[in-house]
């Protein structure tokens, strides 16, 4: 069975079933019913239209599970209106649902959350460590965001900046390889810029592509963790590099600065240097204090500390790790980075070592590893 095309399909499919008047929460389970289907029969005899079979068998799953809760028996009368089965059709209501699932009726994070579950396809620990909170918390919030959207009527979709945050979110998934979600991601930003005049939009826009212009080196051929510093250059996509560079001009030259923009105008000063150690980190420090100004997040402040210190020197960056709490996520890699710019290897290396026991992933354990045996074995920089 083709994963790719079921997981293209499931978000239409979904938006069908909330059209017709499911509730999220009922729809998503009807989905899910018929993708177990899917799996099952798809392998020896997949369907000639993939798309309508799913809409198919998930509205008559709907329709039993109606039949079987006598707290909706007042919705008996769709059972004999049923609709025939429907060709796949050419418009793509993936981004729609992004905007049906940012209901006015939740909280952003709430919103964000339930999308990503349902429309995305993270996993609720993915979600939970984008979100910088335990697994459990967050599939407590999923749960609640689905009953308080569970037979609302979606005709308030939510506004822009929920589903650029749920967009980006996705592109960060897919972007670090454990969900392949990053041209969805991008693929999905180019409608909506294509629909809305907005800077931020374009922000975004410009900030996927320029991240993902350098996907290509991220990684080396045995799955190692390349760091941006080390990266071949002559390898980057220069053509989305420059797309993104025009995209993020034009929206800076509306005066409106958001976050998106100032996070595209980071990766086009690192896009910019010919070599790692021509990057501009003066001005990196100065769009990471505007991004601190918009945000106030710990996750943007620990970055800063990193182009402090790459700016002012390594004591510089290390007075300014100094004020964040050490409990954020890669504090301590940052730390061990730090330490060893400065000289301190020893430091370094048992930092690293930790760092490496906390690390999400296992590419960057990996990679961490290997600093902290580096530093050990007496070669260090």
Not at 27 to 53: F, H, M, S, T, Y
Not at 61 to 87: K, N, S
Not at 247 to 257: E, G, N, T, V
């Amino acid at each position: 069975m083709n994963e790719a095309l079921i997981r293209s399909l499931t978000p239409g499919v979904l938006g069908i079933l909330v059209r017709r008047g499911a509730d999220f929460a009922a729809a998503e389970d009807a989905v899910q019913d018929a993708l177990i289907e899917a799996v099952r029969g798809w392998p020896a005899d997949q369907p000639r239209d993939p798309k309508g079979w799913l809409v198919t068998v998930a509205w008559r799953r709907f329709l039993d599970a109606t039949r079987a809760d006598a707290a909706r028996r007042r919705r008996e009368d769709l059972v004999d209106d049923e609709p025939a089965p429907e060709p796949a059709s050419a418009v793509d209501d993936t981004l729609q649902l992004y905007f049906l699932c940012a209901h006015p009726s939740l909280t952003p994070s709430s919103a964000v959350a339930l999308t990503l579950r349902a429309v995305g396809g993270l996993t609720t620990r993915q979600i939970a460590q984008a979100y910088l909170v335990p697994e459990a918390t967050m599939a407590q919030r999923i749960s609640r965001a689905k009953r308080t959207v569970s037979g609302v009527q979606f005709d308030r979709p939510g506004d822009v900046a929920t589903v650029l945050r749920v967009l980006y979110l996705v592109f960060n998934e897919g972007y670090s390889g454990d969900v392949d979600l990053a041209a969805e991601a991008i693929r999905l930003t180019r409608q909506l810029a294509a629909t809305i005049d907005h800077p931020e939009v374009a922000g975004l826009l410009a900030l996927m592509l320029l991240h993902d212009a350098r996907r290509a080196t991220r990684t080396a051929a045995d799955g190692s963790l390349v760091p941006l510093a080390e990266q071949d250059r002559s390898r980057w996509d220069t053509a989305s590099i420059a797309e993104g560079v025009e995209i993020l001009q034009a929206a800076l030259s509306c005066d409106r600065l958001g976050e998106f923009q100032a996070q595209a105008a980071i990766a086009a000063l690192h896009a910019d240097a010919p070599t790692a150690q021509e990057t501009d980190w003066v001005q990196i420090v100065e769009w990471y204090d505007e991004l601190a100004r918009l945000t106030d997040s710990p996750v943007v402040r620990l970055n800063r500390a990193v182009a402090v210190g790459e700016a002012d020197g390594p004591r510089a960056g290390l007075a300014a790790l100094a004020a964040l709490n050490d409990s954020l996520p890669r504090h301590t890699a940052v730390a061990a980075y730090l330490h060893e710019r400065d000289g301190d290897l020893t430091t370094a290396a048992r930092l690293y070592a930790e760092a490496a026991r906390k690390a999400p992933n296992l590419a960057e354990r990996d990679y961490l590893t290997r600093q902290a045996a580096r530093l050990n074995t007496g070669r260090g920089r």
